[in-house]
């Protein structure tokens, strides 16, 4: 069944897909304006009930009483943990009021959601005009016909945040939350009558010395002008190519109206986008009459071969051997509602604190902003759709293969994306349910190959990559010739932070051997381990909180032991790193201190007991014979007892010289409260948000693990306080977020210690240009 007559059988309007407008960079405040198409950002000024109502669908009806919110937003705040998640899953109603600008008189009005959570109903001035299936993928709706162009209008938004079995991953229970609200970001696209849908760079022969690009784009309208497309470094124009346009009407191509593809030859040097350093340009088309600018739209895009093969993953030639985490896209209080900077810190952390090489969406497609962090820090990606084992009936079938086409589309210039996810999250086979997901991805995009999540060697493989979720140990052997694990670990061993050191570190060793054994074998393309923070999951899943802690970080973002791993996989020259998999403390073992496990990339190092040598170790290559820079494992003799106790410091040296050195307090006493923020300047818009980590210390800046004290807070200024107020450490740290208010002006945050009394931080708030609507 096509999906015309899908929508005409179900009787279900399901929204266009949310294309060019709010795809690679955040619109400006004030809207943007290219040619002859405006984006208007209207995510301030909503008006919102936690109780939805027949009447309030109406233009006239009186919402003076409603709460006044931003966008993201949450339906409800809830507890970081140990909540019921009933309490978020209702039925609530958005309103925006909005005036249209002079310059949309005569154009095509849209409006664009990214994300809302999980159904939604809209209705403009009265009018309804559909209801959009999916928590996960962006939509729209025109407005045009139904719009007053001198005065104001009313948009209402009916939001169904319950597990409808109808909408995929529901159906039967998955291992996470989902939580409720227009949760991404929204905005109104105004274009003329021919416009660009949407654009599709693919490069072409990028190892060949003479690199073309292949430009697709998806026109709608009559046309009888001409499309120019540029490619640009900056400001510079490094190739320009037009085609004229015979007028025709839409509705031949696979976005309803074909594709002109465009070609962009011999384009000389270009430097590839690569992990060390990940090489972004920007495509410009634009729709001309003549001299004049119908339309005009972007893109960015990397040059880059990326390909999976019989001896692991190659990019841009080199094999690389695949080093990642799971994520999932939710916070503490306020569950899916994070913009931006909180996004792009996310991808920071696994690129930078962690030296991850690839991420994957588990289990769906995440943020926009996330997407724009990993091409521009150099990770890459694995998306996939929405859905954890169920597979529903065939109108639900039908939602997920949309939901691949969204995803696609979206995506589809991101140089991080590598590999497309098109199976429900471990579910049992379905040949014909997988032949269509995988087709469709195939169609749309002919650059990538495809992969599909399952917990089974013996699936039907179906699409270009084995991608394996293998819990037990020793791994399987790789049963194709494209092969990736793409999680391990998670729930058979979930750790937190404020687990005794044997957990601890058995923990850093169950993700290290899985490591090292993918690397005996080039069949193994890597490895993503599940995963890369705790999450929020179902009562009957995690540890009876409504945790999982399976994370190598905690929910807040702050590192296990496990975490060191992965930060000591890097070359040294990026970072010199020595991680202890363990807190210093005689007796928090059974039978006190046996064995101190070190995550480093040096090749030896020196232990001290109050400055004492005691023992020097180089890297264990009997229990990690592969792997590049195995972890130390030192197994001192009755735990140094004739040493008596002390502090410990840790030597780390590469080639005979000292190259770094950390020290740990024997003391067992709290002597820090610390307190540091991810950012200090934010934007009054609303929305922004950026972390604050608390930490209690020793005297050499060491986490003390079993720190719980309550911190109180008092905030001056602009902005509000995202988590609980006092707020108790976990495992010694833990988080809160500081959000924007509409505002300029500075935020002063003072964090009181019951003991180690008060830290202040500052953060400047800068005005935000107001939204045209």
Same mark, same amino acid.
């Given at each position: 069944?096509?999906?015309?007559?899908?929508?005409?059988?179900?009787?279900?309007?399901?929204?266009?897909?949310?294309?060019?407008?709010?795809?690679?960079?955040?619109?400006?405040?004030?809207?943007?304006?290219?040619?002859?198409?405006?984006?208007?950002?209207?995510?301030?000024?909503?008006?919102?009930?936690?109780?939805?109502?027949?009447?309030?669908?109406?233009?006239?009806?009186?919402?003076?009483?409603?709460?006044?919110?931003?966008?993201?937003?949450?339906?409800?705040?809830?507890?970081?943990?140990?909540?019921?998640?009933?309490?978020?899953?209702?039925?609530?109603?958005?309103?925006?009021?909005?005036?249209?600008?002079?310059?949309?008189?005569?154009?095509?009005?849209?409006?664009?959601?990214?994300?809302?959570?999980?159904?939604?109903?809209?209705?403009?001035?009265?009018?309804?005009?559909?209801?959009?299936?999916?928590?996960?993928?962006?939509?729209?709706?025109?407005?045009?016909?139904?719009?007053?162009?001198?005065?104001?209008?009313?948009?209402?938004?009916?939001?169904?945040?319950?597990?409808?079995?109808?909408?995929?991953?529901?159906?039967?229970?998955?291992?996470?939350?989902?939580?409720?609200?227009?949760?991404?970001?929204?905005?109104?696209?105004?274009?003329?009558?021919?416009?660009?849908?949407?654009?599709?760079?693919?490069?072409?022969?990028?190892?060949?010395?003479?690199?073309?690009?292949?430009?697709?784009?998806?026109?709608?309208?009559?046309?009888?002008? $001409?499309?120019? !497309?540029? *490619? %640009?470094? &900056?400001?510079? /124009?490094?190739?320009?190519?037009? #085609?004229?346009?015979?007028? +025709?009407?839409?509705?031949?191509?696979?976005?309803?109206?074909?594709?002109?593809?465009?070609?962009?030859?011999?384009?000389?040097?270009?430097?590839?986008?690569?992990?060390?350093?990940?090489?972004?340009? $920007?495509?410009? !088309?634009? *729709? %001309?009459? &003549?001299?004049? /600018?119908?339309?005009?739209?972007? #893109?960015?895009?990397?040059? +880059?071969?990326?390909?999976?093969?019989?001896?692991?993953?190659?990019?841009?030639?080199?094999?690389?051997?695949?080093?990642?985490?799971?994520?999932?896209?939710?916070?503490?209080?306020?569950?899916?509602?994070?913009?931006?900077?909180?996004?792009?810190?996310?991808?920071?952390?696994?690129?930078?604190?962690?030296?991850?090489?690839?991420? +994957?969406?588990?289990?769906?497609?995440?943020?926009?902003?996330?997407?724009?962090?990993?091409?521009?820090?150099?990770?890459?990606?694995?998306?996939?759709?929405?859905?954890?084992?169920?597979?529903?009936?065939?109108?639900?079938?039908?939602?997920?293969?949309?939901?691949?086409?969204?995803?696609?589309?979206?995506?589809?210039?991101?140089?991080?994306?590598?590999?497309?996810?098109?199976?429900?999250?471990?579910?049992?086979?379905?040949?014909?349910?997988?032949?269509?997901?995988?087709?469709?991805?195939?169609?749309?995009?002919?650059?990538?190959?495809?992969?599909?999540?399952?917990?089974?060697?013996?699936?039907?493989?179906?699409?270009?990559?084995?991608?394996?979720?293998?819990?037990?140990?020793?791994?399987?052997?790789?049963?194709?010739?494209?092969?990736?694990?793409?999680?391990?670990?998670?729930?058979?061993?979930?750790?937190?932070?404020?687990?005794?050191?044997?957990?601890?570190?058995?923990?850093?060793?169950?993700?290290?051997?899985?490591?090292?054994?993918?690397?005996?074998?080039?069949?193994?393309?890597?490895?993503?381990?599940?995963?890369?923070?705790?999450?929020?999951?179902?009562?009957?899943?995690?540890?009876?909180?409504?945790?999982?802690?399976?994370?190598?970080?905690?929910?807040?973002?702050?590192?296990?032991?496990?975490?060191?791993?992965?930060?000591?996989?890097?070359?040294?020259?990026?970072?010199?790193?020595?991680?202890?998999?363990?807190?210093?403390?005689?007796?928090?073992?059974?039978?006190?201190?046996?064995?101190?496990?070190?995550?480093?990339?040096?090749?030896?190092?020196?232990?001290?007991?109050?400055?004492?040598?005691?023992?020097?170790?180089?890297?264990?290559?009997?229990?990690?014979?592969?792997?590049?820079?195995?972890?130390?494992?030192?197994?001192?003799?009755?735990?140094?007892?004739?040493?008596?106790?002390?502090?410990?410091?840790?030597?780390?040296?590469?080639?005979?010289?000292?190259?770094?050195?950390?020290?740990?307090?024997?003391?067992?006493?709290?002597?820090?409260?610390?307190?540091?923020?991810?950012?200090?300047?934010?934007?009054?818009?609303?929305?922004?948000?950026?972390?604050?980590?608390?930490?209690?210390?020793?005297?050499?800046?060491?986490?003390?693990?079993?720190?719980?004290?309550?911190?109180?807070?008092?905030?001056?200024?602009?902005?509000?306080?995202?988590?609980?107020?006092?707020?108790?450490?976990?495992?010694?740290?833990?988080?809160?977020?500081?959000?924007?208010?509409?505002?300029?002006?500075?935020?002063?945050?003072?964090?009181?210690?019951?003991?180690?009394?008060?830290?202040?931080?500052?953060?400047?708030?800068?005005?935000?240009?107001?939204?045209?609507?």
């Amino acid at each position: 069944m096509d999906r015309r007559n899908f929508l005409k059988t179900t009787g279900v309007l399901l929204a266009g897909s949310s294309l060019a407008p709010t795809l690679d960079a955040a619109p400006l405040a004030t809207g943007s304006q290219s040619g002859g198409r405006l984006i208007l950002p209207m995510n301030r000024n909503w008006l919102y009930s936690p109780t939805a109502s027949e009447a309030a669908h109406s233009k006239d009806f009186d919402d003076s009483k409603f709460e006044r919110v931003v966008i993201p937003h949450t339906n409800i705040r809830l507890p970081w943990h140990s909540f019921d998640e009933k309490q978020y899953e209702f039925v609530s109603v958005y309103r925006r009021h909005f005036k249209l600008p002079a310059e949309a008189r005569g154009k095509k009005v849209f409006v664009d959601f990214e994300g809302v959570m999980t159904a939604s109903t809209v209705w403009l001035n009265g009018e309804r005009l559909g209801e959009y299936k999916g928590g996960y993928t962006p939509f729209h709706f025109e407005l045009t016909p139904h719009l007053n162009f001198d005065g104001e209008n009313v948009l209402a938004v009916e939001v169904d945040s319950t597990e409808r079995a109808d909408i995929p991953p529901f159906g039967n229970e998955i291992d996470y939350l989902t939580f409720g609200g227009i949760y991404r970001e929204v905005s109104l696209r105004v274009v003329p009558a021919t416009y660009i849908e949407n654009i599709f760079a693919r490069p072409a022969d990028v190892m060949s010395g003479h690199p073309s690009l292949n430009v697709d784009c998806f026109l709608s309208g009559s046309l009888g002008l $001409t499309l120019e !497309v540029q *490619l %640009l470094d &900056g400001d510079r /124009v490094m190739a320009k190519a037009s #085609r004229n346009l015979e007028a +025709r009407q839409r509705g031949n191509g696979p976005l309803g109206n074909g594709a002109t593809t465009v070609a962009l030859k011999d384009l000389g040097t270009v430097e590839l986008w690569d992990l060390a350093s990940p090489k972004l340009y $920007t495509v410009r !088309v634009r *729709l %001309l009459h &003549g001299a004049d /600018v119908i339309d005009e739209d972007t #893109r960015r895009i990397g040059f +880059r071969a990326a390909q999976f093969t019989d001896h692991g993953f190659e990019l841009n030639g080199k094999v690389i051997k695949l080093r990642g985490l799971d994520r999932h896209q939710t916070f503490p209080w306020v569950g899916q509602a994070m913009p931006g900077r909180s996004q792009r810190q996310d991808a920071k952390i696994l690129r930078h604190n962690l030296h991850c090489n690839i991420v +994957r969406t588990s289990h769906y497609p995440q943020s926009r902003h996330f997407l724009d962090a990993c091409d521009e820090i150099g990770l890459l990606v694995l998306e996939e759709i929405p859905g954890w084992q169920h597979i529903g009936d065939e109108p639900w079938k039908q939602i997920a293969i949309d939901n691949v086409k969204r995803m696609i589309e979206r995506d589809w210039n991101h140089p991080s994306i590598i590999l497309w996810g098109v199976r429900i999250n471990e579910s049992k086979d379905d040949h014909d349910f997988y032949l269509r997901t995988n087709a469709m991805a195939h169609k749309l995009d002919t650059t990538r190959q495809t992969g599909g999540i399952r917990y089974f060697q013996e699936s039907e493989f179906l699409e270009d990559v084995f991608t394996m979720n293998d819990f037990g140990w020793p791994l399987k052997p790789p049963v194709h010739e494209r092969y990736l694990n793409t999680e391990f670990a998670g729930h058979t061993y979930p750790t937190k932070t404020i687990d005794n050191v044997e957990r601890l570190t058995e923990h850093t060793v169950r993700h290290a051997r899985v490591h090292d054994q993918l690397a005996s074998n080039p069949q193994y393309a890597g490895g993503i381990g599940w995963c890369a923070v705790d999450y929020n999951t179902h009562s009957n899943f995690g540890s009876g909180d409504r945790i999982c802690y399976h994370g190598v970080t905690d929910i807040f973002r702050e590192p296990k032991p496990a975490a060191g791993f992965y930060k000591s996989q890097c070359d040294p020259e990026e970072e010199v790193v020595l991680e202890p998999a363990f807190h210093w403390a005689r007796g928090d073992e059974s039978i006190g201190f046996s064995k101190a496990m070190v995550c480093s990339n040096c090749d030896h190092l020196k232990f001290y007991l109050d400055d004492e040598l005691v023992i020097e170790a180089d890297p264990d290559k009997e229990q990690f014979p592969h792997l590049k820079y195995a972890p130390f494992v030192v197994k001192p003799e009755g735990g140094h007892s004739r040493h008596g106790w002390g502090d410990l410091r840790i030597d780390g040296y590469i080639n005979g010289k000292q190259v770094i050195s950390k020290k740990f307090s024997g003391k067992g006493v709290d002597q820090k409260f610390v307190l540091l923020p991810d950012d200090t300047a934010l934007i009054a818009d609303g929305a922004d948000t950026t972390r604050v980590v608390l930490r209690v210390t020793d005297e050499f800046g060491r986490i003390r693990p079993f720190a719980a004290d309550p911190i109180a807070f008092h905030l001056e200024g602009p902005a509000e306080l995202i988590g609980d107020n006092p707020f108790a450490l976990v495992g010694g740290t833990g988080a809160v977020w500081i959000r924007a208010k509409e505002e300029p002006g500075t935020v002063r945050l003072e964090a009181k210690h019951p003991v180690l009394g008060s830290q202040q931080i500052e953060l400047q708030i800068g005005a935000a240009l107001p939204e045209p609507v």
